[in-house]
């Protein structure tokens, strides 16, 4: 993975972040991979990455794998509550919106791209699919 690939990390994801390009961790397909006992392998190996934000970083990568999402999509659907596939298939788009705006207006920002309503819906029904 080149570093651009993490960029969108926040920054308290800082140590996993520098962790995971140091150990050649190079794609997202890799980090989606990860299994509990090399999460917790890690956070023995680097006092300074955390279980909670490494399990954070692999649902990102799991949203942008399993479904096909881009990486600012994926962070935002974390950070507006959505950790899992399964939490996003029990939304409706409507839902969604809401959540967004309301991460939207306590951080005072706008997202990089404009979501519609239709590519929420499809998000939502690929995660229905996956989660059967």
């Known amino acids: 993975m080149n570093k651009n690939n993490l960029t969108i990390l926040p920054i308290n994801f800082r140590h996993e972040k520098e962790y995971l390009i140091n150990n050649n961790f190079d794609s997202w397909q890799e980090i989606r991979n990860l299994s509990d006992s090399e999460i917790k392998r ?26 096909d999402l881009l990486p600012h999509e994926a962070s935002l659907l974390l950070h507006c509550g959505v ?38 819906k499809s998000w939502i029904l690929r995660a229905k699919k996956l989660s059967k």
């Not at 300074?48 to 990568?61: F, G, M, P, Q, Y």
């Not at 298939?89 to 839902?95: D, G, I, Q």
Request: glycine fraction near 4%; charge should be positive; aromatic fraction near 2%.
């Open 42 to 67: 890690i956070i023995k190996a680097d006092s300074l990455c955390t279980e909670s934000r490494l399990i954070k970083i692999r649902a990102i990568a799991i949203f942008i794998i399993d479904l």
């Open 83 to 120: 950790g899992n596939i399964k939490t996003l298939s029990n939304l409706n788009p409507e839902s969604l919106k809401k959540k967004i705006g309301r991460l939207e207006r306590n951080l005072n920002i706008r997202t990089q791209s404009n979501l519609e309503l239709s590519s929420m």
